[in-house]
């Protein structure tokens, strides 16, 4: 059996039928790791543009990931060396949930945001619809 739409309906149905919802939060891709290994030290290729991504200072993005990983590491150029060895899952998890928490804007969940410290309290600010978020101190917990 075919379907007897002409282009006109066709074209209306497409067009009624988009995911606004899904399009607007997919735009957004949070990155992968890029990962070697030399001598038990991880290297992260590409921890400067996801910093960049981020929009966040490197050395902001280091200090996460060293403390949660428990890793020593130093910054190099566009990569970040770690004292051990640590899987793809878990450096992707971490990136994954520093921008959640400290990237995504959690009214709009769009990711033009700035961290602003205020005495004790730091907040994510969205430069996309303006809100202010209390976020928790990315160093401690
Ligand atoms: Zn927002």
């Known amino acids: 059996m075919v379907d007897k739409y002409d282009y006109k309906q066709l074209l209306h149905r497409l067009m009624t ?9 997919d735009w957004f891709e949070v990155p992968h790791a890029v ?3 030399v001598r038990r030290k ?3 290729e590409n921890f400067k543009e996801i910093s960049d991504l981020f929009q966040r200072e490197p050395q902001q993005l280091y200090m996460y990931l060293t403390k949660r ?4 590491g130093t910054i190099d150029g566009n990569k970040l060396i770690l004292n051990n060895l640590v899987s793809q899952e878990q450096i992707d998890a971490l990136i994954n949930k520093y921008y959640q928490d400290y990237v ?10 700035v961290l602003e410290k205020r005495g004790r309290l730091i907040f994510i600010k969205c430069l996309a619809c303006g809100a202010e978020s209390p976020v928790k101190n990315p160093l401690k917990d």
């Not at 039928?17 to 939060?25: D, G, I, M, R, Y």
């Not at 990983?69 to 020593?72: H, I």
């Open 17 to 25: 039928n988009l995911p606004e919802k899904s399009a607007k939060s």
């Open 35 to 37: 990962l070697s290994t």
């Open 42 to 44: 991880t290297i992260v």
């Open 69 to 72: 990983l428990g890793a020593a």
């Open 104 to 113: 995504r804007c959690p009214v709009c969940g769009r990711p033009d945001t």
